[in-house]
């Protein structure tokens, strides 16, 4: 068993008594293409959330910051994630994420880049959009419903995969795939509060 496997199922387990996640749309994940999962972002417990209701692994691009922290940046390395420097060009985030996706696996993102201060969906960077048209990677929006409250019930949305290919024949803009894609993340939003 992987250390991430391992590490899925003790969140998983650690996450059960405290908080009723229901999932929807699991089985548009696909199994096997390369896949960017792109979710809004409420809270720390976001890239957890998503990693345990998604059967396959899934590589996070996760702020430097975190890597600094003694025991932490040494765990959520051995579980998938990545430093990104925030605010600036990170060729060697750039290069990893590529990587992950021509290896047919699954990208973790949240556009915003933050969590969103009053749980609304705020602007999206134009990173996602970069890697969807830079990849033949299937676009899943993902939706985490929240609040985070103790025995409260969190839903994690996954809609539909997004169409890219009038997008990428078109050659749009890394700015103009983002917006699409939160778009398709704010229908989950509006359709399953």
């Known amino acids: 068993m992987s250390f991430y496997i391992f590490a899925r199922e003790t969140v998983r387990t650690l996450l059960k008594p405290f908080y009723r996640i229901e999932v929807i749309g699991q089985e548009n994940v696909p199994k096997n293409d390369p896949v960017i999962i792109c979710s809004n972002h409420i809270d720390n417990l976001d890239p957890p959330v998503v990693g345990i209701t998604v059967e396959r692994p899934v590589h996070f691009m996760a702020k ?3 890597f600094k922290v003694p025991v932490l940046g040494k765990l959520i390395s051995k579980t998938n994630a990545f430093p990104v420097k925030r605010g600036m060009s990170d060729r060697e985030a750039l290069r990893k994420a590529m990587k992950i996706l021509k290896d047919n ?4 993102l949240f556009p915003e880049g933050t969590r969103s201060k009053d749980g609304k969906l705020g602007k999206g960077l134009a990173g996602a959009g970069f890697f969807a048209l830079r990849s033949n990677a299937v676009v899943i929006p993902c939706a985490i419903i929240g609040p985070y409250k103790i025995f409260g019930k969190i839903k994690v ?25 939160m778009a398709g993340i704010q229908q989950l939003l509006e359709k399953n509060i």
């Open 64 to 66: 430097e910051e975190l």
């Open 157 to 181: 949305v996954y809609g539909q995969p997004i169409e890219m290919d009038h997008l990428r024949q078109e050659k749009a803009s890394a700015e103009t795939v983002t917006e699409h894609i």
């Open 105 to 108: 696996e699954v990208l973790g």
